[in-house]
């Protein structure tokens, strides 16, 4: 039986992290012998050195996504698509997408909340819509794809401070609570997949203090050698996914591959 090309799925691909994981898997996915290929979604065109949007070349696609429900499920259809065209199977799945704060343009103006008077139900719900709810909407439609003989590692973007047993320092309610929840929907999911789908591996992954438009708001009291590259997190992230197996568990690890108190 010939093996099934390995593909890595990038959600929120234009990001920082994301786009840095392209950068760390491209010299192999363009290697047209090569077993592996990139699929790639973000709500931006494709930059000119991965090629256009939409175009499956050998190894490697690029779907544009505004991350609504028919929008989602028109781009599985077309990964499943291509999955089945290339004789590929996902067995990286990397889910970059977030939200801390957005620009005094957006229809409101998000940032950390320092105190109880400034947490805000409308700020606070965008946080649980895209922090929480966005990468569990493309879990639930991304496990009929999974195939039941190869292992597939799904790691998504989480930080320290939805640790609540780690919260000594209070503040950023919204962000602190949709990270938490976040993890409690991961290790739910873990449990049931561990009897559906026992090749899955989840990871919450937080990547410490990267040098993004998410944090540099906040970059002033970071020691420089705790403010990492985007590069060096994708780096770390990709070796921790590899050294990990599947174990019907939810990991809650950091940039170290240390573990993290839920």
Partial sequence: MTEK?????????????????????????????????????????????????GATQTGRAWYICDYQDAAIEGVVKSIQAQLEQQAAALTRIIICNGVLHNSEQERALLLPEKRLEDLQGENFL?????????????????????????????????????????????????????????????????????RRKPGVKLIAFHPGTTDTPLSRPFQKNV????LFSADFVADRLLDLMDATSADGKLSFIDWDGKPIDF
């Fill in 126 to 194: 965008d946080s649980i819509a895209v922090n929480t709810l966005l990468p569990l909407r493309w879990i639930q439609r991304l496990v009929a794809l999974l195939d039941n003989k190869q292992e597939c590692k799904i790691a998504v973007l989480s930080a320290r401070v939805g640790s609540i047993s780690d919260n000594q320092l209070g503040g950023w309610y919204s962000y602190r609570a949709s990270k938490a929840a976040l993890n409690m929907l991961l290790q739910t999911a873990s449990v049931e997949l561990a």
């Fill in 5 to 53: 090309k390995q593909t890595t799925l990038i959600i929120g691909a234009s990001s920082a992290i994301g786009a840095a994981v392209i950068r760390e898997l491209s010299p192999i996915a363009n290697v047209a012998s090569a077993n592996s290929g990139i699929i790639a979604v973000s709500r931006s065109e494709a930059p000119d050195d991965f090629g256009a949007s």
């Fill in 223 to 226: 020691r420089k050698e705790k």
